[in-house]
């Protein structure tokens, strides 16, 4: 027992470095996070006795996974963004949002919590932070606060981001049926789906005074969002659970908004202070204005596993290679066509020559966005690089036998604890159902309980420990140009992440006697 929780310890290091550099020492994300490869290195090699070729060999993988996918598409969602400041097109949609409302509070709900669903279950990789983020902040709203309500958002979506990849990985993974398994899911995330937005409020608003007037609307946002999702998820599966969830969420919304759309709004509140006088706006400029956003739906619904005889076409065009050395680790696969990244540049660069922006401004956009996210491609890569070596040597199962020697009968209690420490190190829900999914179902077995059950609490632990990972951060932080000050967005939101683990942790840990009997699961 006692080498047991010397090697969890051990293995906890890089983490306890990062949450000490990012909060304690005020470290700029990407030398945190280059501190942290440096420490996993030296443990893997001297500690685990991983060969030298094998460390390297993985975080060469590391940083080749970093690269694609996930590099690419933020790199393509920010962007996006940043073409359609050049053209203008995101003046008019943001009068368009404000059209709806002028209400700093009602736009976190539409933008934060809608529109970013929408663009995890869509895209994932970040977009559903970046690119809502970047439009708030845009809008006028603090930059810091415009990310926290962003990365609140974020947390619960993810389970069923990327057109449900998360969840049908960890269906795969384990072996459950993705059905009973996406429905388990949901059923966990409910009360959390109801709370998000009354958070966001809180946070947009800068204090639980902004809930006045607010609470009808944010309950039917919230609530909007989670009965659809219940009914998919148990009756299609994890594709379609949070795009039809946040398609709902924002049609309630605008109704709701609309229906108070007599109302004065508190001067904190109103967004229209310093705004251009709005001007009328017909159906073709609102097309045009849109028109990437639109693509980007159509191209990764049509290129999904939703319609079958074109996503089976497309995989033709993926590599499996073999990077890292190591036994335990298998060839890394690669998409070089139908992956959220290429679809969404396509998208840009069909509305950017729509909305008349030469070649010449769409090179230099792109460079710009490069140079913007220079700093936050270390923080991405090392990240990587830092999971790859610690999956490959054995930290991470050595972390999770800690957990599980620890707590016995109680590991449910614990459950979402160690898949929120999956994803604060991979900062991928998909990452850390392939890594922990596992470990859950078979701790499931051990303690006779609900494989079914503890597979979801994976889920629901890792949306809450993607948003405090480096590389969430990173992302949020480079949207708004804040590239450096990953401390204060750390800070702003580590509250609310624990506030919610802890109340996970109850839920998974209490409830599951009383529920998985009810679910059948």
Known sequence: MGEI???GILSLLPIIWLIVALTGLKMAGHKACVGALIITIVESLFIWKMPVIDCATSALEGFASALWPIILVIIAAIFTYNLSLKTGAMDVIKQMLTGVSADKRVLVLLIGWCFGGFMEGMAGFGTAIAIPASMLAGMGMNPITACLVCMLANAFPTAFGSVGIPTVTLSNVTGLDALPLAFTTVVQMVPFMILVPFLMVIVGGGGVKALKGMVGITLVSGVAFVVPELVVSNLVGPELTVIVGCVFSLAFTILMARARKGKEIPKEYDMRAGMPEAKPIDGHTAVVSWLPFILIFVLLLVTSKLVPPINAALAGFSSSIKISTSANA???????????????????????????????VMWETLVATVKQMSKTIITIMSVLAVA??????????????????????????????IAALGAFITGSGTSTEVLLGGLQTAAAQQIGASEF??????????????????????????AVNLVGQDSKLLGGVIKWALL??????????????????????
């Open 5 to 7: 929780i010397l090697s």
């Open 330 to 360: 298998g060839a890394a696969s690669f998409s070089w066509i139908n992956t959220p990244g290429i679809w969404i540049f396509v998208s840009a660069i069909i509305g950017g020559i729509v909305q008349k922006a030469s070649g010449k």
């Open 388 to 417: 790859k070596i610690m999956t490959y040597c054995g930290m991470i199962d050595d972390m999770a036998a800690f957990f599980v020697g620890l707590t016995g009968s109680f590991y449910p209690f614990v459950a979402p604890i």
């Open 453 to 478: 059950w503890l597979a979801a609490a994976n889920s629901l632990g890792a949306g809450i420990g993607k948003i405090l990972s480096p590389q969430c951060i990173a992302t949020a932080a480079a």
């Open 500 to 521: 919610e683990l802890v109340l996970a942790c109850l839920l998974v840990g209490l409830l599951g006697g009383v529920l998985v009997p009810i679910l059948g699961v």
